[in-house]
């Protein structure tokens, strides 16, 4: 669960990330309107609902005040009355349909590789095992092209931190990792693009200003370049404080980790991009596409 050990010092809480996702495919009518304000906007109305009540007007039943949040607010399907009867999380066929309208149609999601790959049919979308399938599958539009090619060289260049991250969480005893790590230092990108990337250009077509993150990245490219395997090592021990708390770090901490076998594998090494997440959503939407038949 998110937030299970974070506690109160949760920073992103998974309620502002659904939010998201309703701005994103346009389900909120007004894209600016932040989740706080929307909680107070329908405070104001239900304590309007009550003051019409409590004044006599019992014509104003809940299922009014449901369409007028609904009108106000929500660019939406509404649910039966009976919803609550027939609760299933499989989409209907007309939840699917509207779903992928939405996402192809949204400003902020039209164009974006998750509209591309919806239309392409179920069979299509089942056969990509992962985000770096995409570009040997298909040909992607120019805009989507030079996003996706960025994603996946800034993949190439921060990737060796986690591999490294495992070398050192096994003080050197993961012969897996190990070799990956000299794969990684030895590879076509690191030797011939590595020194010349520039990660700014992934932040600012990201919006990121953290400034510990950008630190960390020039530190990363640096240290890298200097083949100063004392250097990297530091620089990741930091990071991983810097991130988690010394008290929750598990680099050099016995009570948070203890490495077992060659199959322990902190993180991934490899950035998906929330690929899986999308998938699955696809094939959420294609099954339900089929019960129009149904």
């Known amino acids: 669960?998110?937030?299970?050990?974070?506690?109160?010092?949760?920073?992103?809480?998974?309620?502002?990330?659904?939010?998201?996702?309703?701005?994103?495919?346009?389900?909120?009518?007004?894209?600016?309107?932040?989740?706080?304000?929307y909680a107070r906007a329908v405070t104001s109305l239900n304590k309007d609902m009550e003051l019409l009540k409590s004044l006599g007007?019992?014509?104003?039943?809940?299922?009014?005040?449901?369409?007028?949040?609904?009108?106000?607010?929500?660019?939406?399907?509404l649910p039966p009355k009976d919803w609550k009867e027939h609760i299933d999380m499989d989409l209907t066929y007309e939840e699917a349909l509207?779903?992928?309208?939405?996402i192809m149609t949204s400003p902020?999601?039209?164009?974006s590789l998750f509209s591309h790959l919806l239309q392409y049919d179920e069979e299509?979308?089942?056969q990509l095992e992962g985000f770096d399938w995409i570009g040997e599958l298909t040909n992607l539009p120019s805009h989507i092209q030079e996003d996706y090619s960025l994603a996946e060289r800034f993949n190439q260049f921060i990737k060796g931190a986690n591999i490294r991250y495992n070398v050192l969480l096994s003080n050197g005893e993961n012969h897996?990792?190990?070799?990956?790590?000299?794969?990684?230092?030895n590879s076509e990108f690191v030797l011939n693009e590595f020194g010349t990337f520039d990660y700014h250009q992934v932040l600012r077509r990201l919006g990121i200003h953290n400034m510990k993150l950008m630190r960390f990245l020039g530190n990363w490219k640096k240290a890298v370049a200097s083949k100063k395997l004392e250097e990297i090592d530091s620089l990741i021990i930091k990071r991983e404080i810097e991130l988690k708390s010394r008290d929750r770090a598990k680099l050099n901490n016995t009570k948070n980790y203890v490495y077992k076998d060659e199959n322990d594998w902190v993180g991934s090494e490899n950035l998906h991009y929330r690929f899986?997440?999308?998938?699955?959503?696809?094939?959420?939407i294609f099954e339900g596409l089929k019960q129009e038949d149904a």
């Open 1 to 37: 669960m998110i937030g299970g050990r974070a506690g109160t010092s949760l920073k992103r809480k998974p309620s502002s990330i659904y939010w998201n996702g309703l701005r994103t495919f346009g389900f909120l009518k007004h894209q600016g309107l932040s989740l706080s304000h």
């Open 57 to 77: 007007n019992e014509e104003q039943d809940d299922s009014g005040f449901s369409n007028e949040l609904s009108g106000t607010f929500w660019r939406c399907l």
């Open 98 to 102: 509207y779903l992928k309208q939405r």
């Open 108 to 111: 902020l999601s039209k164009d």
């Open 124 to 126: 299509f979308v089942r």
């Open 176 to 185: 897996k990792s190990v070799d990956k790590w000299e794969q990684w230092l």
């Open 276 to 284: 899986n997440d999308a998938k699955n959503i696809m094939m959420d």
